[in-house]
């Protein structure tokens, strides 16, 4: 398998651009997450979905961050619109069914992450 | 609630060995560890379900105390390759990981 696929690598934008970013998780998982890692807040979870419903986004920061998957090999991250504050690292990552809950035993794929900078 | 891992950051020379802890305020019932190397992705690396599980791979190896809120990660003989940063994660109630801010380890030659 191809693993977790993200697009683009990078992006540079201006503020107040929309962005729009995509990944394509393992074939045959139901779990789907998207995180944003930077210095100052470390690895941050925006939003998971299961089975292509958004399950819990509390971690998205504002209105302007939206998900979605459409279908369950296909997901966008959208920022509309952007601001300095949100280059960051963005990553996908996606995990098998099976147990949920506390001792779950789901590992978590990673893609290779989207390099945002909003200038 | 975010899990506490200490050190922040940690330098070692080849074959030095070293100990990244892992504590949570809350009941934890299972630990995943990920490695990030520079520039990459997180990559898994093993779970601890059950407190006072030990699991290893390669000289890389773990524990999982329950009852203490904590989990260990120890490296022996530290390579080269093992340099990056260490998470720790713990799984809510649903399927996602709150994961902790990270342990740098730089392991110079």
């Known amino acids: 398998d191809a693993g977790v696929i993200q697009s683009p690598r990078h992006e540079v934008t201006e503020m107040g651009q929309e962005v729009t970013l995509r990944c394509k998780p393992i074939?045959?998982?139901?779990?789907l997450f998207w995180y944003r890692q930077t210095m100052m807040r470390g690895l941050e979870l925006l939003i998971y979905?299961?089975?292509?419903?958004?399950?819990?986004d509390s971690g998205m920061p504002e209105d302007r961050f939206s998900a979605k998957m459409p279908n369950a090999s296909f997901s966008t991250l959208k920022i509309q619109p952007s601001e300095p504050r949100d280059s960051a690292v963005y990553f996908c990552?996606?995990?098998?069914?099976?147990?949920?809950?506390?001792?779950?035993?789901?590992?978590?794929?990673f893609g290779a992450g989207t390099r945002l900078s909003v200038l | 609630q975010q899990p506490v891992q200490s050190p922040q950051a940690v330098i070692l020379r080849e074959g030095e060995d070293a100990v990244i802890n892992c504590s949570s305020s809350?009941?934890?019932?299972?630990v995943h560890w990920y490695r990030q190397k520079h520039g990459e992705a997180p990559v898994f690396l093993m779970i601890?379900?059950?407190?006072?599980e030990q699991k290893g791979h390669d000289k890389i190896s773990a524990s999982f105390n329950e009852k203490k809120q904590q989990s260990s990660l120890y490296l022996t003989a530290s390579q080269l390759s093992y340099s990056g940063t260490y998470f720790c994660?713990?799984?809510?109630?649903?399927?996602?990981?709150?994961f902790g801010g990270g342990t740098r380890l730089m392991v110079k030659p």
């Open positions: 990552a996606s995990s098998p069914a099976g147990t949920s809950g506390y001792r779950a035993k789901n590992i978590q794929y």
């Open positions: 074939s045959g998982h139901d779990y």
């Open positions: 979905f299961n089975n292509n419903v958004p399950i819990d």
């Open positions: 809350k009941a934890l019932y299972s």
């Open positions: 601890l379900l059950k407190g006072g």
């Open positions: 994660g713990t799984p809510n109630a649903g399927n996602m990981l709150t």
